[in-house]
């Protein structure tokens, strides 16, 4: 029996649950088979996770038939192992694939956005890049450290080369713009190529993307202020100067990690 996949995010969900939901032609709204992953990729690793990722891959064949489908996007982030092996899935599927970003795609999402055929952005949508992270509990000494160090830059190689292959921007670049935790609008997801279409219209991911505004809030330092306006419930009093000084410390100790 496999073991248990380990939860990396705190959450209700249930290991090898589905964090994704197949609808077919006839139910969907763009009249395909669609695959809409709203919320978190996975709280739980798909690191050494078997079962997860080959019921994902069999769920898009069976539904996808080889056939044109469309994915529904509005997720912060997650599990960056998963998102790279759904992306990797998506690739190798036969058929086209058109990727939507409803509301939001951040972090590890991205990986899962720029993975389509062609990449359609909600005009009120954003899209967000930064280092990849690691949380740690325990005591470390400085080999060990160093030792994280050194596999956050790999993994960050890593991401460039993805992000690459589809804006064609040079590393220099998107290492810079990953520093910085940038957030791009709609039209500069476009210009920056990690998106080839601008769609208007009503987007029913504003809801849900306000569900998001506290999580993005504790987690991110340049959530844009259109984002967080969405919530209704207004910032707690525990996000004071204190946090808002701890934000910024942790953005500067990342910064430094990737000029080491």
């Known amino acids: 029996m496999p073991p248990e996949p380990i939860r990396c995010f705190h959450g209700n969900a249930q290991p090898h649950e589905p964090f994704w939901t197949f609808r077919n032609a006839a139910e969907s709204e763009s009249g395909e088979t669609e695959l809409e992953i709203y919320g978190p990729i996975s709280e739980f690793s798909w690191w050494g996770d078997e079962v997860t990722p080959k019921m994902f891959k069999d769920e898009l064949y069976r539904r996808g038939n080889n056939g044109p489908v469309t994915v529904r996007l509005n997720s912060y982030g997650g599990d960056l192992i998963a998102a790279s092996v759904i992306a990797a899935t998506i690739r190798d599927y036969s058929g086209p694939v058109t990727v939507k970003v409803d509301g939001i795609a ?22 967000m890049i930064h280092n990849p992270l690691v949380g740690l509990l325990g005591y470390y000494n400085v080999d060990d450290l160093k030792a994280f160090i050194d596999d956050l830059k790999v993994i960050r190689d890593g991401i460039v080369e993805g992000y690459q292959a589809k804006t064609n921007l040079d590393a220099e670049k998107l290492i810079k713009m990953m520093n910085d935790e940038t957030w791009m609008t709609a039209s500069e ?72």
């Open 189 to 260: 997801s476009v210009a920056n190529g990690f998106a080839d279409e601008v769609l208007t219209g009503p987007s029913k991911a504003a809801a849900q993307t306000a569900q998001y505004a506290n999580v993005l809030r504790s987690t991110y330092v340049n959530v844009p202020r259109a984002i967080l306006e969405l919530s209704s419930v207004p910032e707690p009093p525990a996000v004071n100067e204190k946090a808002r000084q701890a934000k910024r410390l942790a953005a500067q100790a990342r910064q430094f990690v990737t000029k080491e």
């Open 106 to 127: 951040a972090s590890a999402a991205v990986m899962v956005a720029i993975s389509g055929n062609r990449v359609q952005i909600q005009a009120s949508a954003y899209m």
